[in-house]
RNA sequence: GCUGGUGUGGCGGAAUGGCAGACGCACGGGACUCAAAAUCCCGCGAGGGCAACUUCAUGUGGGUUCGACCCCCACCACCAGCACCA
């Protein structure tokens, strides 16, 4: 068979019957399928994009041959920072070499012969898709929950902008070289801090992967702390600290403060003023990684100014250290020596005192630093009480006295959105000097980006040269405004296109239509990379649960279950990713065929882990089909005897096993266990072709095997399944249902063991009782003689597999 | 560093706590052929043994269990994410 042209032949004749096209008035049996959409990066599909799509595209094919009418939507993430560097490197406009890379990318996916349902594309750098965004945008503004405040960034002076993590490369800007500084700036948030606790809870309800749903959990990273307040020494002014670990409140020798943080200034005191500036500006130039690593040594600086600790009276020094984040909590803690390893190393450095006041349950000559929960001691009326115990009763205490209270804090951060960068949404705000921040009209939607060329990055963001972009009227009053010059980050487009899927197209009144979304969502099944775990994933949850609040739909959680494809490494161990140069799946396509390398990247790596790609597989895959392909011809046309003995029963056992465990295997994406157990079957069959003789059996098992395969090998099936005279087309055929009785075997081989060691392999008629089991294994002839003698104490029986006699 | 994960023959990989290594590759052998390729069939973890068989073996060291690749603890190596790459 000429596996490449049968593939064109087959592309057309699905094209042209509109095969694959969703139905949208069956949507009782509905199969929502989306895979994560790419960022159309290099000029054509790697082998990771095949891996991610095709894959998962026979996982769509099979749930079709399962009856459901499967919506596979296709489109792009089109926004992103590597098309403005490539413009900024080439000159090539970001619009036009988007618009090429996704025009090469749908032309190979089409060539791949996927079920996409290509009329309801989207592409997120579209005026049509983004004026959703900002409309999203603007509703987030209108609930407060779209708000602006100094944060943290990496500033490069010498190109006056705000730069990504991964521009910087050992801590200089990647482009200039110059020394890149942490600096508070004036920054637009999501508060996706105000869902924290529904976005924890709302695991519970998702068929997600259990490491995922815990790496969301630890990100989100709630803890039931306390807040306390320390009054500063000589003033009205107080600092609040956060900590996890009240009950060590007796043991505090001095507090510690982010450098960056706003309080910082009215603590040092003249004296102390040049040593802190210096220390603050060291602590700019370093990440945040390096500052939180419990293994970098302790810095920090006296600022001069002491507190007193509520609960004891003690005046204690307060410290500006960089191990401090201002992001978390409060961003000042309370230095706890004797029981905080940070702390304790800082206390060391410093000559701090460290005092003990909890001890291990029991003990009175308890080590330090001692950081579990334990006993009290050195803390007052509170000495004796358990950790968890006092917890509670010192918060009480606190609050009595008006200077602490019990606090839910979470690691999680709001979400920064704004990006001084060109290509990416406009963010639809009028800033005006007597209105303050006003959002655009609805009506006047979308902002459309302005066509410029000149996209370096300046200060403000390169939007904020274009005066006619910039310079407008405000909407509320009238009078001369500016629009506001960042973009959005790219996370935020792809936040809701899972929503905007089924009417893309078509509806330009409202983001989609509640009735129609509500019956099509959630997404029954997402695949994509774990890499997204904690940004996109959760970021949808929380835009989901947003849009519910607002009444547009009425479902909580955007994907109901969710699979992880692992990732496909270059020969090098190396990621083929946009970063580096990708390897094209066209050369394969054009000798193996699209076929062969699905059915080989099927079988030759685990979906869920990925690996190392390997071509040497893929001449054997196509070895594979022509050895199904040469049964299957033989097979079409024999006429025989209509028996049914012993050769057929074992074939039929195979074929009913196969049926079964297939279908289980591509349930959980074990797509390299489906093919195995297909290739047995085909070995069955070989078998079977040297002895049996019932023509009608063969043909039966044939459509079956071809059922079976065409997931995996749509175009091959489909022309076997025309050349055995069958109608077409075989996507429109049913998955085979098994027969549980064919299955289910007269006689198994039991292993015996004697003290759990294996004495023997016997075969057993699965009809016995357990008595008639053991009395049948305990009197053959192997076994008998090792038990004379001896009293059987336990019998252990896992039926149809393993008995285990324990004796004396 | 923190969070999550992975580790099984020469290789990719199978195994609801129940006969470790399914299926495939590589390798060896046989059939077919003048021959080769292709195809079809058989064998194939390591050590010992002519053999029946036997010992060892799922990163390392412990533990739980009648029984552990699987559960628990500690460690080693590698991978991903760490909030402005998407």
Redesign the pocket.
């Known amino acids: 068979m000429d596996f490449v042209a049968i593939e064109k032949k087959w592309n057309k004749i699905w094209e042209d019957t509109k095969l694959y096209n969703f139905d949208e008035k069956k949507l009782d049996k509905k199969f929502y399928l989306l895979e994560m959409f790419s960022?159309p990066s290099g000029a054509s599909l790697h082998l990771g994009h095949w891996w991610n799509f095709g894959l998962s595209d026979s996982f769509g094919r099979f749930k079709r041959l399962q009856g459901y009418n499967v919506f596979q939507p296709m489109g792009f993430?089109a926004f992103?920072?590597?098309a403005e560097n490539y413009a900024i490197k080439t000159g090539i406009h970001p619009e036009d070499s988007t618009r090429h890379n996704i025009k090469v990318m749908e032309e190979q996916l089409k060539e791949m012969g996927g079920m996409f349902n290509w009329e309801y594309e989207l592409i997120t750098c579209d005026p049509e898709y983004y004026k959703w965004t900002q409309w999203l945008f603007i509703q987030l503004f209108k609930k407060g929950l779209a708000y602006q405040k100094e944060a943290p960034?990496?500033f490069c002076p010498s190109c006056n902008t705000?730069?990504?993590?991964?521009?910087v490369v050992d801590g200089v800007c990647e482009r200039c070289g110059s020394e890149v500084v942490r600096k508070n700036m004036r920054?637009w948030f999501f508060k996706i801090t105000d869902y924290a606790e529904e976005l924890l809870s709302g695991l519970d309800t998702i068929d997600w992967p259990?490491?995922t749903k815990?790496?969301q959990r630890?990100?989100i990273?709630k803890s039931v702390g306390a807040e306390v307040d320390f009054k500063l020494e000589n003033s009205d002014e107080k600092l609040t600290v956060y900590t996890s670990r009240v009950d060590t409140i007796y043991g505090v020798t001095f507090l510690v403060i982010a450098p960056e943080h706003k309080l910082v200034p009215k603590l040092v005191t003249k004296e102390r003023e040049s040593a802190v500036k210096e220390y603050i500006l060291n602590a700019s130039k370093k990440d945040?990684?390096t500052r939180?690593?419990?293994?970098s040594p302790k810095t920090g600086c006296f600022t001069g100014s002491y507190v007193i600790n509520p609960l004891t009276g003690e005046k204690v020094p307060v410290f500006v250290a960089d191990y401090v984040i201002s992001t978390y909590a409060t961003g000042i803690v309370m230095g706890v020596a004797g029981h905080d390893a940070r702390d304790y190393d800082f206390a060391k450095k410093y000559n701090l005192p460290i005092k003990k006041v909890i001890n291990e349950v029991g003990k009175t000559d308890t080590e330090l630093p001692f950081c579990e929960y334990g006993e009290l001691c050195n803390s007052a009326e509170f000495s004796g009480m358990k950790s968890e115990d006092a917890k509670i009763k010192i918060v009480e205490k606190l609050e009595k006295i008006g200077a602490g209270r019990k606090k839910v804090n979470y690691?999680?951060?709001d979400?920064?959105v704004?990006?001084?960068r060109y290509w990416g949404c406009p963010i639809p705000i009028i800033h005006c000097p007597h209105c303050g921040a006003v959002p655009v009209p609805e009506k006047d939607l979308p902002v459309v980006l302005p066509h410029i060329t000149d996209y370096k990055p300046d200060g403000k963001g390169p939007l904020g040269k274009c005066k006619e972009y910039m310079n407008v009227k405000c909407p509320k009053c009238g009078r001369d405004a500016q629009r506001e010059a960042d973009t959005l980050?790219?996370f935020v487009d792809?936040s809701f296109y899972q929503l905007r899927y089924p009417e893309s197209l078509r509806n330009d009144k409202e983001i989609f239509n509640r009735q129609y979304v509500d019956k099509m969502l959630p997404v029954d099944c997402y695949v994509g990379g774990?890499?997204?775990a904690?940004?996109h994933l959760l970021y949808s949850r929380f835009i989901t649960k947003f849009l519910r609040d607002i009444g547009c739909l009425d479902f909580d959680e955007p994907f109901q279950r969710l699979f992880h494809q692992g990732?496909v490494l270059g020969a090098d161990g190396k990621?083929m990713s946009k970063r580096n140069t990708s390897k094209t799946a066209d050369d394969y396509v054009k000798t193996y065929g699209s076929d062969a390398l699905r059915l080989h990247m099927m079988?030759?790596?685990?979906y869920i882990?990925g690996?190392i790609w390997n071509d040497?597989?893929l001449k054997?895959m196509k070895?594979f089909m022509?050895?199904v392909e040469?049964i299957v011809l033989k097979w079409k046309d024999t006429v025989g005897e209509n028996v049914y003995g012993e050769e057929e029963k074992e074939l039929d056992y195979v074929l009913n096993r196969t049926i079964k465990e297939v279908a289980e295997n591509f349930e959980t994406f074990?797509f390299?266990?489906a093919i195995?157990r297909i290739?047995?079957l085909v070995?069955a069959m070989?078998?079977y072709d040297t002895k049996g003789k019932n023509g009608e059996f063969k043909k039966k098992v044939v459509k079956d095997l071809l059922i079976l395969l065409a997931p995996s090998a749509p175009h091959f099936t489909e022309e076997l399944w025309e050349e055995i005279g069958e109608e077409y087309s075989i996507f429109n055929q049913r998955y085979p249902g098994y027969d549980e009785a064919k299955i289910s075997l007269e006689k198994v081989?039991?292993?015996v063991?004697i003290?759990?060691k294996?004495v023997a392999?016997l075969d057993v008629e699965t009809s016995l009782s357990e008595d008639e089991f053991i009395e049948k294994i305990t009197s053959d002839v192997k076994v008998a003689p090792l038990l004379s003698g001896k009293q059987i104490v336990?019998k252990?029986v896992?039926p149809k597999?393993?008995v285990?006699l324990?004796v004396k």
């Not at 939180?292 to 293994?295: G, H, I, K, N, P």
């Not at 079988?603 to 685990?606: A, D, G, I, P, R």
């Open positions: 960022y993430d992103g920072l590597p960034v990496n705000i730069i990504a993590n991964e521009q920054q259990e490491k815990t790496l630890n990100w990273g945040e990684i939180t690593s419990t293994t690691k999680l951060r979400w920064s704004a990006r001084q980050d790219t792809s774990v890499e997204h904690t940004m990732m990621k079988f030759s790596l685990k882990d690996g040497e597989g054997h070895a022509e050895r040469r074990s390299n266990s195995a290739m047995e070995n070989y078998k081989e039991i292993a063991q003290n759990s294996i392999r336990k252990i896992v597999r393993l285990n324990i």
